[in-house]
């Protein structure tokens, strides 16, 4: 639909930027942190920097904090490290690690930024790892009680929180990157780990009802909408199959309780069903999200399985996200679409269907907890960073959103990633996101100085205008 006028933002709306702990903290082995599965991890793809570093964010809080508030966010989600809180996942708590969430925490609340929790991102404890990781119910368990802690500690001081990121991509992809159990349990089927989590989830949402009144919280998987290659109708049927197994599975338990049919007899064909205990369907359907919270970065296109070469990925694109499956789908390249520097399509107007597509499908408020470019950014001999193609990226996203807001969706708030520059999952520091420029190399630490790019200046705009100026 095309409207004469946009709607303004709602007033209160969460200009926000994201991170994650692992990728931005850096001092991995500090302040008696315990090690997680990422932290263990060797093998880099493209011969890149590790995250023990990383933006040496737990060294510069307070700078970075600042610096958020010069920004004028009006919100910050970040991630806890359950490593850094219970060193070993499922002992003692570190008073340290807790120490240092409350600076950050106060920081933000000092400069009348809300704090967004992410509870987990990827970095299971690697000890839980060891003895079954989301193989094991015992991680189940460790988490609520994680989460407990974390609701004790911090939840007089934070009203938003998410569960677990990207549930759906470490089951899908996860053991590619290592993060799901790093390389261990591989013999226990990603779908039972989902299912685990899946439970953890929903009691971790119970517990913060019971807790913490008045707080809220959804989950945050990558949601993409996913086209079909041509109305040829076994393509519309291979695109609404991929749609079912990559984003409503996880959406429809975390909202309805219950596993979406189309997933259900996709596992059941595969012989992936997972065990349902006596007991998790009540778990499942007592679990109620506030809102939905979800990272956006481009939609996927589908095309009917053809047998032979299914599983093959879109050349260019990244093969953990570009991938068919046989039997299922082809992944196609849209040639409606630009692809960045590292293969990724670019869609803002698949961000306007994707944000309709949920909340017609939910009836929730939405909040994008990432999206954002990754590009090679280049510092000017005078300091500055021109990252114009990152300022057209997220303008065409916020300028797809507010018509999204036009067709009635509720969004409550937009985190892009990043807040400030990390390491990536796939290519390292190189590959950067933030408004705010670390200098650093793959392996040379230089100055791991902060800057702020261009986009830095037009964002605070933005955020002062309330919108699009
Ligand atoms: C999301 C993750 O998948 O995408 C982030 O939640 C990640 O952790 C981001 O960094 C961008 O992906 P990448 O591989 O470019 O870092």
Redesign the pocket.
Known sequence: MKYAARKPFPEGFLWGA?T?GY?VEGAWDEDGKGKSIVDVRTDFPHGTTDYTVAADHYHHVDEDVALFGELCLKAYRFSIQWTRIVPDGDGELSAKGVAFYHRLIDGLIAQGIEPIVTMY??DLPQALAEKGGWGSRATVDAFVRYAEELYREFGPKVAYWLTI??QN?MVLYGSALDILDGPLNREVSAYQKNHHMLLAQARAMSRLREMVPGAKIGP?P?IAYVYPESCKPDDVVAASDFNAIRNWLYLDVAVHGRYHPIAWAYLEARGLTPTIEPGDAQILAAAKPDFIGF?Y?ATHTAAAPCGAGDEAAIEGG?PQIFMGEPGIFRAIANPHLKKNA?G?EIDPVGFRITLREIYERYHLPLLV??N?L?AFDEVAPDGSIHDDYRIEYLRAHIEQMQWAIADGVEVMGYCP??AID??????GIS?R?GFVYVDRGEHDLRTLGRSKKDSFFWYRRLIEANGLV
């Open positions: 994201s994650s990728q991102h990827f990121n990207e991509m945050a990558n990272n970065y990244d590292f990724w907890t990432e954002g990754g990633w990043s990390l390491v990536s999952t796939h290519h590959k996101y």
